[in-house]
């Protein structure tokens, strides 16, 4: 388990240095308008940095003695994969149907499949997710969210 912690939070810290790096190849101070396109990026990469650096720490401060536990304990690798696979899947058909389509059908997946919702709450809330994240992001933020092949094709 301490072995996986310590992969995890380095790996964590490696990506935050990565975003780091990217974020100052923009303006992450305060321009007229507001925030510059590097501002969040780069404090929530630094924020994810640091917190890296609190687990490394953790956990190689922790006592060895503690007794070994396994990272996926034994018998949660069916639960693991039931969430693990839907969200691999909905990240590979976001390049066919795109964003909105993708999470429509993964949250249905997910809600039914997982939670055993009732249909009309399943219906619901795969129709309105898509639809209220398109008012916000691309309406009120003007930030296109990916496109697929489907969706180009949608009249809308």
């Known amino acids: 388990m301490k072995r996986a912690e310590i992969i995890c939070a380095l790996a964590v810290l490696a990506w935050a240095g990565l975003m780091l790096r990217e974020a100052t190849r923009l303006n992450i101070g305060w ?7 590097g501002f969040f990026p780069f404090w929530l990469s630094a924020g994810l940095a640091i917190f890296a650096v609190v687990v490394l720490i953790q956990t190689l401060r922790a006592a ?6 396994r990272f996926i304990p034994a018998g949660a690798l069916p639960s693991l994969l039931k969430v693990v696979l839907p969200i691999a899947g909905m ?19 997910v809600m039914r499949w997982i939670g055993r919702h009732p249909w009309p709450l399943v219906i619901g809330v795969s129709f309105l997710f898509p639809l209220a994240t ?10 296109l969210l990916p496109k697929g092949y489907l969706e180009i094709r949608l009249p809308f």
Do not use: N
């Open 31 to 37: 321009e007229s308008s507001g925030p510059g396109a």
């Open 64 to 69: 060895s003695s503690a007794p070994k536990k």
């Open 91 to 109: 990240i590979l058909a976001m390049e066919i149907a795109g964003f909105y389509l993708a999470a429509a059908l993964y949250l249905a997946f």
């Open 134 to 143: 398109y008012f916000v992001i691309e309406r009120w933020f003007l930030v």
